[in-house]
């Protein structure tokens, strides 16, 4: 199965991941999601007919970019790991149910979108 994987940044609780979860799997030519939250890496699985149309690939690339712009949360298709670029582990996130952040972080938001971050 072939698979797309995207940086995704202001992911910092697990509501976030379902948010992200979601705005992926409304994009046609998904399949599944993965998230990584502490690498803020995300591998989303194609079907088998975006997987079997390789020019396919930058378009919902693109569109699965924009589906989480839309939602809150700005990604990038995947570069080297922090690690292996820098040669240091990336910084560690939040993996709890609320994840705590400072206010000037844009945590600690109205919690209305469902998220403790104002997702």
């Known amino acids: 199965m072939s698979s797309i ?39 989303v699985q194609l079907d088998d007919a975006a997987a079997a149309n390789p ?18 949360y700005p990604a990038a298709p995947a570069t080297a790991s922090a690690t292996a670029a820098t040669g240091k582990a990336a910084p560690a996130r939040a993996a709890s149910s ?6 000037s972080q844009g945590h600690g938001r109205s919690r209305s979108k469902g998220c403790c971050c104002g997702h």
């Open 55 to 72: 020019a396919a690939t930058p378009p919902l690339t693109t569109a699965l970019v924009a589906a989480l712009d839309a939602a809150g």
């Open 98 to 103: 609320g994840c705590g952040g400072a206010p």
């Open 5 to 43: 994987e995207l940086d995704v940044r202001n992911m910092s609780c697990n509501t976030c991941v379902n948010h992200v979860t979601q705005a992926l799997k409304q994009v046609a030519g998904v399949r599944g999601v993965q998230v990584d939250l502490p690498s803020g890496r995300v591998r």
